[in-house]
């Protein structure tokens, strides 16, 4: 059946089979035999005119606290994001004509201060000359809220719903762990605010009262321009979600709605419901839905639960076959199974975060991995953040796209060299990850 799937999937895009593989006598050879450097030479300056849709990003100033519904705790940093690597220094000079050769801290003064002059100029010019710079047409900016000096035509908001699934008392959630001591006050927060936003000084009364106020908020935020509804849930419990039916999430609603700590128990089956009905809304909306699916930040991020395969019950689910999943970062580290599961038509992997989390050598090999299995179904982005003074969002959009096209422009190239597609066919495939795939689930947006 998966082959048969394939096989008609490919029917569909015939023209890039067509004319991407080579002749049928032709064989793929495991060793490049063609001179990949000039190959890779040829590709990347073709690449490099692509325009970009970054399918994920966080853009703003670092004293912006809508960048994101969390903030990040202190963690052990893997080696690229640390403030010692030479490339933030690169990025700088590319962006803002950096005069300096280091960090140092008196040289960071001069990259506050041009900091500080852009945040306080008026309009939205600043951040259009970033995704100038970076050749990036369109991004979507995951943000609590969209502020004055993002350009809407360039931005395209994804809005989080984490905070439906914590109304109750999270007392024990809070002290899971020092993370979750970060993470879920803001949540709670998120909630009071879209609360407020649909005019309730405190929670309905039924269960059902609560699912109105659920879909009033996703349709209103909607209607301010919402294109995607996104999800950190991994961050806080498990990714298997069961299925339990709407009077068991009901009662549980009952029970803590006016007061009580939920056991673990009780709040897992009734974030299990919320999650399942945030998904059939999204659906039900034409609201893709995000899903946060890889190493996360902090150190207590659990990688068993936080595991992409455990979304695999709900991602071949027919009954939401309508609604289009998005599982952001990837699956990272679990780069190899999660390609799998783009074989449901309605799911889409982005590569946000691995472009800065490790080297082009090693994102070469995630690309090569998924270029060879489902290349309609790849996304760029690039998971620009205000990380620290040195990697704020300006120098991670920079870091992720030239991470991005060097790494694609070496997994064709070795790809072209082994005679598994050809040079043309190469460059649709770029055009697809970098800018098509991800476009032609908004078209409203790409237009």
Not at 1 to 28: D, E, F, H, K, P
Request: hydrophobic share 40%; glycine share 6%; aromatic share 12%.
């Amino acid at each position: 059946m998966l082959r048969r799937a394939v096989i008609a999937r490919w029917a569909v895009a015939g023209a890039l089979l067509a004319a991407g593989t080579r002749t049928a006598s032709a064989q793929a050879r495991a060793l490049p035999s063609g001179d990949v450097h000039a190959i890779y030479a040829r590709l990347l300056r073709q690449i490099e005119r692509i325009p970009i849709f970054d399918h994920h990003a966080h853009p703003g100033f670092g004293d912006d606290g809508d960048v994101d519904a969390q903030a990040t705790p202190p963690e052990h940093l893997p080696l690229r994001e640390r403030e010692s690597n030479p490339e933030f220094v690169v990025a700088l000079k590319a962006l803002f004509g950096y005069p300096y050769a280091d960090l140092s801290p008196s040289h960071m003064q001069w990259v506050a201060a041009r900091s500080a002059a852009a945040e306080r100029a008026p309009g939205t010019a600043y951040f259009d000359r970033i995704l100038d710079k970076c050749g990036i047409e369109s991004s979507v900016a995951n943000r609590v809220a969209m502020p004055a000096y993002l350009d809407p035509k360039r931005f395209r908001w994804a809005f989080f719903v984490d905070s439906f699934l914590f109304p109750f008392d999270n007392t024990l959630v809070t002290t899971a762990n020092p993370d979750e001591g970060v993470y879920i006050p803001l949540q709670e927060k998120v909630l009071h605010r879209y609360m407020q936003q649909a005019g309730l000084s405190g929670l309905p009364d039924t269960f059902e009262g609560y699912l109105a106020f659920v879909t009033r908020t996703l349709e209103e935020n909607q209607r301010r321009g919402g294109i995607a509804e996104k999800f950190e849930i991994a961050y806080f419990r498990s990714l298997h979600f069961e299925d339990p039916p709407l009077e068991a999430a009901a009662s549980i609603y009952r029970r803590y709605r006016a007061g009580g700590i939920p056991s673990p128990e009780d709040y897992t089956t009734f974030q299990d419901y919320l999650f399942r009905y945030l998904v059939r809304e999204g659906g039900r909306l034409h609201l893709p839905v995000h899903i946060h699916s890889a190493v996360g930040e902090g150190d207590y991020f659990s990688l068993v639960r936080g595991g992409v395969l455990n979304l695999e019950n709900v991602l071949k689910d027919p009954r939401y076959l309508t609604t289009t999943f998005v599982l952001l970062h990837g699956g990272y580290p679990f780069f190899r199974e999660v390609i799998w599961l783009a074989a449901m038509k309605n799911v889409y992997l982005d590569s946000s975060e691995i472009e800065t989390l490790v080297y082009p050598s090693e994102f070469k090999t995630v690309l090569k991995l998924w270029l060879e299995t489902y290349p309609d179904k790849i996304t760029f982005g690039s998971d620009a953040y205000p990380y620290s003074a040195a990697l704020g969002s300006e120098e991670s959009y920079w870091l992720g796209v030239h991470s991005a096209r060097d790494a694609l422009a070496s997994a064709l190239a070795e790809m072209v060299a082994s005679g598994e597609v050809t040079e043309p066919a190469a460059l649709q495939l770029a055009h697809g990850y970098l800018h098509d795939n991800a476009a032609a689930l908004y078209p409203a947006v790409a237009q």
